[in-house]
């Protein structure tokens, strides 16, 4: 049943992946994090010198979308991987964090105002 | 049938957030890669000074697993609003870079080898 | 002499900072990348929901620019902690580097157009 | 006199470079912050893979030590673009930052005890 969930089951297949290829002796914590950093760099160069008003419209190009959706691709790949390799389940934790946020950012109280980091 | 998987639910339910909160406005493309690099951040810090070899262990702990659970979560949702954004089915992304990833990278070529970026 | 010289100075400050507090156990270069990405996390979260528009002017705040420049203090820190510890004269390194992008980015042909990674 | 310090004279070349080539309207500060976390990432690629406590050896290996140099250059250029766009004097604020630290965190209170994030 976890193979219907696409979580659970990319989690699985990743792991797998790593296994046959014996990358597990890579995959401890921080190399994962350091993975991660890497693939987010990979995505913030496509979007930085892309006016801020125009990004939406540039990525609705078909091959720029298909670009984009590769490192999108490879964040979530470390995200899992990570995530497995510390023994998290990523959907589980996920949906908990979203009830917390829920009760934390009243939608009357923070009605078109971002909290703000200063 | 979408909400009975993970990454589609968890994406309807963030989209459902932010439009609760009138908060879209703030969630132009490259503003949500900025969050996701301020969530990527807060993961890094959990375990910057931990030493690599106890890194696994150290986080066994009921208490910091939930703890980095909580961060890998934040990670997840700018991944996923930002994919929702960009109009990318982040599922469908995910498995074509798992299988092209599995073509590029021969089990018996790359056995025991990381792919190094020198 | 080198004292008189930000880079260097500042680099010798930190490596006798760490030094005093017994920390350099802490700074080998992994963790130390993880530092460093920790603070532009802190770095990115003050900007992510500000519109692009209106950064400059934001940061404009005596309050707010002075914030904005610990954690690009922060940033400079683990950058000068990893290049000491690599062994690496950062700024002999940041001269040859932009000698090297004079050559490559020539003024004529690169007027108005951002190098792109596509 | 300011051209005879690093930071300040690197500030004023990366200025000229940026104008020379009428790149100064890409630098809004959320370009310039989304440029760094890509300098950031290109770092981070270089070490992932490489054994916590092999790193440093690593590197020392003199074509790695110059590729390393290259990237820790390309992160110190885009903070030195980012702290001119916004009007910080990097040097005065790293000597504030580091004045700060050293009162916070006293040598006797702090020694070989790493300040956790949890």
């Known amino acids: 049943m976890a193979n219907h969930d696409s979580l659970r089951a990319l989690t699985a297949e990743l792991r797998e992946f790593a296994r046959e290829r014996d990358w597990e002796q890579f995959h401890d914590p921080k190399s994962l994090v350091l993975a991660l950093v890497g693939e987010v760099g990979e995505l913030a160069e496509l979007f930085q010198w892309v006016p801020a008003a125009q990004a939406a419209e540039h990525f609705s190009d078909p091959a720029r979308k298909e670009r984009v959706g590769e490192e999108l691709s490879d964040v ?34 923070f009605h078109g105002i971002a909290p703000m980091k200063e």
């Open 76 to 109: 979530l790949t470390y995200l899992l991987r990570l995530s497995d390799v510390l023994g998290v389940d990523l959907a589980t934790a996920a949906n908990a964090k979203l009830e917390h946020s829920r009760a934390r950012f009243q939608p009357d109280e």
